[in-house]
């Protein structure tokens, strides 16, 4: 797929949407929102693609926010539009029946973070930056940063960034639950992609269902919640993975698993 801000590839597997968009450190702007939602329903609809990464180019940045440029004179309807335009794409990120990982090779501040965190996993370089920096331009997140922050490293800490709109670092994200991983930054892609791969090679059914049930029990009564656990995992056992699974188990040999 061709794209004017992301580059797109897919290798063993495994797709790679890179935001390139240098100068501006990759920061969003709608144009860039709207080809993210296409290749994002791409990877959803191609059966050949069985993992997700995101990243950024360069250096220095994996997303440095939504395009300031292109906000600072929107009216309230238009920041709504826009707001809409993200979530949704998001949303779609975040229910795509696969496993996506975020590798974050620099600044991940606003929409950047809030992008990470519409993906499965997030794997930080050492020179990785979060935030929730939209205080300071005298904005709140508007793609769903106070929602799945919190869900992510608890109220408290989450209203902490929110509030003070200050930055951390990579070690931080990790010992709060944000991050991961951590890798030094000349490691980062080939190690996500590494991680990737293997989990291509797993039974593509029980990782869509492991998704769906954490991601849709998350905000039920935990009854009903582990009913939802119940329903996914006896839905396993009518596939084929199921079947080879345990009967290489029993067999003492490795499974091939066919998805
Ligand atoms: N938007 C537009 N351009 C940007 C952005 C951005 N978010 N971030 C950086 N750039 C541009 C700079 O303007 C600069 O351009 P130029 O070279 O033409 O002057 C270039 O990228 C390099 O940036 P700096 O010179 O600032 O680089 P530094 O190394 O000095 O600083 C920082 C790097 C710390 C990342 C700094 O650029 C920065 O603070 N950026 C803004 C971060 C930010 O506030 N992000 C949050 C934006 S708001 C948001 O994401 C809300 C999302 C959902 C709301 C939707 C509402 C409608």
Redesign the pocket.
């Known amino acids: 797929m061709e794209f004017k801000n992301l580059l797109f590839e897919v290798e063993n597997g495994v797709a790679t949407i890179t935001f390139n968009r240098p100068?501006?450190?990759n920061?969003m702007n709608s144009e860039t929102m709207k080809e993210l939602m296409a290749a994002v329903t791409h990877c959803r609809d191609n059966d050949s693609i069985k993992v997700l990464i995101l990243t950024g180019s360069g250096e220095?940045?994996f997303v440095?926010?939504?395009?300031?440029?292109e906000?600072q004179n929107?009216r309230p309807k238009e920041?709504l539009a826009?707001?809409e335009l993200?979530n949704e794409t998001l949303r779609l990120l975040e229910t795509l029946p696969k496993p996506s990982l975020a590798a974050v090779n620099g600044?991940a501040?606003?929409?950047g973070t809030?992008i990470s965190m519409a993906c499965d996993m997030r794997f930080a370089s050492e020179t990785a930056r979060f935030g929730q920096?939209?205080i300071?331009?005298g904005?709140i997140?508007?793609?769903g940063g106070t929602q799945r922050l919190a869900r992510l490293v608890g109220m408290g800490r989450a209203k902490e960034l929110i509030m003070s709109g200050e930055m951390i670092d990579a070690k931080r994200a990790y010992e709060i639950g944000l991050a991961n991983r951590v890798f030094p930054s000349d490691q980062l892609l080939a190690e996500t992609k590494k991680f990737a791969v293997k989990l291509a090679g797993m039974p593509g059914f029980a990782l869509k269902m492991v998704k769906h049930a954490v991601n849709f029990g998350y905000d039920l009564a935990l009854d009903n919640a582990i009913r939802l656990e119940m329903e996914c995992c006896a839905q396993c056992f009518s596939t084929d993975d199921q079947k080879e699974g345990m009967k290489a188990f029993l067999e003492k040999r490795k499974p091939t698993f066919t998805g």
Do not use: R, Y
């Open positions: 100068k501006a450190l920061a220095k940045a440095a926010g939504a395009d300031i440029a906000m929107l920041a826009f707001m993200g600044f501040l606003g929409g809030e920096p939209e300071l331009i904005l997140p508007g793609w």
